[in-house]
């Protein structure tokens, strides 16, 4: 139970066994393979949801919506990048806010992707059977959680907070350049240094970064 849902993906690149299942289904370089992925991630999450598995199905969802929200960040800025590292803001400033622009090469592609994965997560998140599971699931969290089934910030490590946002950025820029999958494993590798730049980064973006995505 100590699963989190919510309504952004949090916790898409941390959670097993469910990650390591649908992460390799999870493509959107070009809109063909975003309509390959978004179909096996809607089978995926029908099989959860008829199986009565909410948490499988929301991580289904999850990585659905990042479909959509990863193709937007493409569409909308070259190279992805929606924030400039230090290097390019200048000063050692990090977190300096890039403009947009829509006529970069790839940004038309990137916004066929993103209303493909669009319209299966909001084919697959409206599914009645899915709200159910969802109600039922948060009764028996709440329920567990007045048991003392929780302690106190185990949920937020568990979810790996949000710097999985830069980890899944470049997920699938490297599915396509070194020729295969990319895991939080391997941005954990990189230098300690490298890391701290991140996050200081990300800490500068606002909570609500993940509901923004929808409309960047």
Do not use: I
Not at 186 to 200: L, S
């Amino acid at each position: 139970m100590r699963y989190v849902s919510g309504r952004g993906e949090l916790g898409v690149l941390s959670f097993e066994p469910y990650k390591s299942h649908l992460l390799p289904l999870w493509r959107f370089k070009t809109p063909d393979l975003a309509r390959e992925s978004a179909a096996q991630l809607e089978r995926e999450f029908a099989r959860f949801v008829d199986e009565g598995d909410f948490v499988g199905a929301d991580m289904a969802r999850k990585f659905l919506q990042m479909g959509m929200t990863r193709s937007l960040r493409y569409a909308n800025r070259a190279g992805g990048r929606k924030y400039a590292a230090a290097s390019a803001a200048g000063g050692g400033q990090a977190g300096t806010l890039l403009p947009k622009s829509d006529d970069h090469p790839g940004a038309a592609a990137k916004r066929e992707s993103a209303a493909v994965f669009r319209e299966v997560w909001e084919r697959c998140k409206e599914r009645e059977e899915y709200k159910r599971l969802r109600r039922e699931w948060e009764v028996e969290k709440k329920d567990w959680e007045k048991s003392g089934g929780a302690k106190k910030g185990e949920e937020q490590e568990q979810e790996g907070g949000k710097q999985e946002d830069e980890e899944v950025e470049e997920l699938e820029d490297v599915k396509a350049t070194r020729g295969k999958k990319r895991t939080d494993t391997d941005v954990q590798e990189k230098a300690p240094d490298a890391r701290a730049k991140r996050r200081r980064r990300v800490k500068q973006e606002s909570s609500d970064e993940y509901e923004d995505d929808t409309s960047e």
